[in-house]
DNA sequence: AAATTAGTTGACCGGTCGGTCAAGTCAAGG
DNA sequence: CCTTGACTTGACCGACCGGTCAACTAATTT
């Protein structure tokens, strides 16, 4: 009675994974429970559709990256350091599931809002509430450097989006492509997006 | 036995429609021909897979698009000019799925993109080809941009990725949040990214 | 020790999936 | 006029889909 989770964990994190290495619609439900060796009807006890698996997957996977992120976004680092940190962090990210894969996968949250968002109402919600979160990072860190004088004062949130947009789209063509060149030069365009004082921001 | 195309164009225009609302997994075969009103064994006779029909219906829906985008991306308009004009078209467009479907439905092509890239490599390949016509367009513009010294210099055809990245992001977060507020100030981003010299750009 | 409970198991369901096929229609070309 | 070949039709296929269920196990509570 007490596995700690365990199977339901298991189920979680094959779910994202699988999900992210093909797509939600080519992933069955067999599919997982076979990889996350749990049996169907253990699956329907801990969640009642495919699609709330997806939603809790989702949380999950936030909630394991987390602590990455508070390190690379750590308000002790001068902002666009931060920022020049997650561009490299994502070309890192993406150049080893081309390693490991021989595809560029991008990021499961794209992948799944992309193919779901006008389908499953849920599925979409979970994704802009995650997207929020990112955008917080960007927020404070484009804040922090307004504050400094070393990017141009604006709406902070609005310019996070804008920076978030930038990501998210570098991401896409870079699966399309399956290439990694739309993530090499991230952290100039930022830049250039940001309005970068650059005589002042060689931290 | 000359139909001249009809049931296929139909099957075409029908699956591409199809798929755009959803994705391409939630989009059965039986589903395209009951719209297209057209019998499973015509589709087969026309296509050999569900993937190839992807495939052309991609490229049909590039055709379509064409000549507006040749109209929107005229040489004889000034270059920031025909940017402008593309970006009020994106959101435009956005505007409408909104107000028909009640949902951001973005581009067929990231739909696929995000959806497929890993899966299914024609489609990967052929997405990979039209993003490719597309950057074409954002190229030329820039170029002539600066020549007429009203862009910073550099490589054109990365900037023209650039900018293709940001619109993809939008898009992608617009769908995502299902509104169209990222998709309303693109035009200054788009300036900004390319390092536009406001007061020359007057046009 | 009895009752309760969370979790497990494997058989089962109707419907739908992508795809096949043989038989037919019908207009053009010899 | 008769063959040819592009196109149509509807029945059919096995595999798999998401989801259900009743029986079972074993630790926890009372």
Known sequence: MRPECESKCRLLRTAMELIWESSYG???VDDICRKAEVKKGSFYHFFP???DLTVAAMEADWKAKQPDLDAIFSPQLPPLKRLERYCQNVLEC??????THGKILGCPMMT??????TQEETIRAKAAEIVGRYVR????????AQAE???ASGDAREAAERVFSLFQGALLQAKILNELTPLEDLHKSLHRLL?????????
């Open 49 to 51: 559709s495919k699609a």
């Open 26 to 28: 080519a992933v069955s």
């Open 94 to 99: 993406q150049r080893q599931t081309l390693a």
């Open 149 to 151: 004088g070393i990017v």
């Open 137 to 144: 990072y960007f927020e404070s860190a484009i804040r922090d």
């Open 112 to 117: 799944l809002g992309a193919e779901l968002s």
């Open 195 to 203: 309005e970068v004082r650059e005589e002042t921001a060689v931290t």
